[in-house]
């Protein structure tokens, strides 16, 4: 026992402890097609499977920096509003959730806006977080939104709307839901100044998010496979009690019934986008220097 335990058991540890440490963040797996991605190669692909072209999430300022010309940007901070209305509790205090996810993300809520040039042209986008609370939408990303459509229009830029979002914050309740009806006139705001305003689909868009200003869009271009929506698909088939066809409330899906205009691959949105502007765009509106490339908090800390 003295010789399995003062020999064998010390060797067979050192045998363990010597090899190297792995990263376990160096292959990805395709939540399409299963297959196996080396993370370096994906992200070189911009994060879209290059077996499947299954287009992966990536983050709201990766979206950002493939969108402006040389990536680069300058952010408006979003309004400040009451963080919790309602003194909502569930299994936690709504207070704390947001303390979290705002830790988490460098970000006061779900809604980026930035602005910069697309195409030479000037832009206002509006981009949603989707890993702040499911992107949802309560009193911050209403008030950020009406802010956008305003900074679009006092800078006669065109509006871009990126929603990512499980659709309306129900933890604000019907403060929540006054959003939509906010963001329709802030919308409407940007067209009446003959403006353009684009809609970038992107998986998912659902709920109060899909029943507002994401359907509103002068232009409708959705990345492949999006899911795309108001209710979930389980409850449309409980409700009318049939089987939906396959593929509903898939980006292709609405292309083909007229929901959606275009369907464009991540790599070339960008260009697609520059394209829009240039016919919609009033005629003398070139973009000024640019700003500064900009880096969120929380790429200092990835850096």
């Known amino acids: 026992m003295n010789w399995l335990t003062n020999i064998v058991r010390p060797k067979i540890r050192a045998l363990v402890s010597s090899k190297k440490d792995v990263p376990d963040n160096l292959w990805d797996k395709c939540p399409s097609c299963a297959a196996m991605l080396f993370r370096k190669e994906l992200e070189d692909n911009l994060m879209v499977c290059r077996h499947c072209n299954h287009h992966l999430k990536i983050s709201v300022t990766q979206r950002l920096r493939l969108l402006f010309d040389d990536g680069r940007y300058r952010e408006t901070p979003l309004p400040k509003v ?30 980026v806006i930035a602005e910069g040039s697309i195409g030479g042209y000037k832009a206002v986008v509006a981009a949603f977080d989707f890993a702040f609370m499911g992107g949802s939408m309560g009193l911050a990303v209403g008030e950020g939104m009406v802010t956008a459509a305003k900074r679009a ?4 830029s065109a509006f871009i709307a990126i929603p990512a979002s499980g659709g309306a914050r129900m933890q ?23 403006l353009p305003y684009l809609v970038l689909l992107t998986d ?29 698909a389980r409850v449309i088939e409980n409700t009318i009690r049939e089987k939906l066809p396959e593929g509903f409330q898939r980006a292709e899906y609405l292309r083909d019934h007229g929901m959606v205009d275009m369907v464009v691959p991540r790599k070339d949105v960008k260009n697609t986008i520059a394209t829009l502007l240039s016919l919609l765009m009033p005629q003398g509106q070139a973009m000024t220097p640019l700003p500064k490339p900009h880096t969120s908090r929380q790429d200092k800390k990835r850096a």
């Open 82 to 111: 009451l963080q919790d209305p309602l003194k909502f509790r569930d299994s936690k205090r709504y207070s704390d959730r947001l303390r979290e996810a705002q830790h988490k993300s460098g970000r006061s809520d779900a809604l």
């Open 153 to 156: 229009v006092s800078t006669q």
């Open 172 to 194: 604000e309740g019907a403060l929540s839901l006054m959003q939509l009806p906010r963001t329709v006139i802030a919308v409407e705001q940007v067209k009446r100044a003959n």
């Open 204 to 232: 998912p868009t659902t709920g109060g998010v899909s029943a507002s200003f994401a359907m509103l869009g002068d232009v409708h271009i959705s990345e492949p496979g999006a899911l795309i929506g108001f209710a979930g």
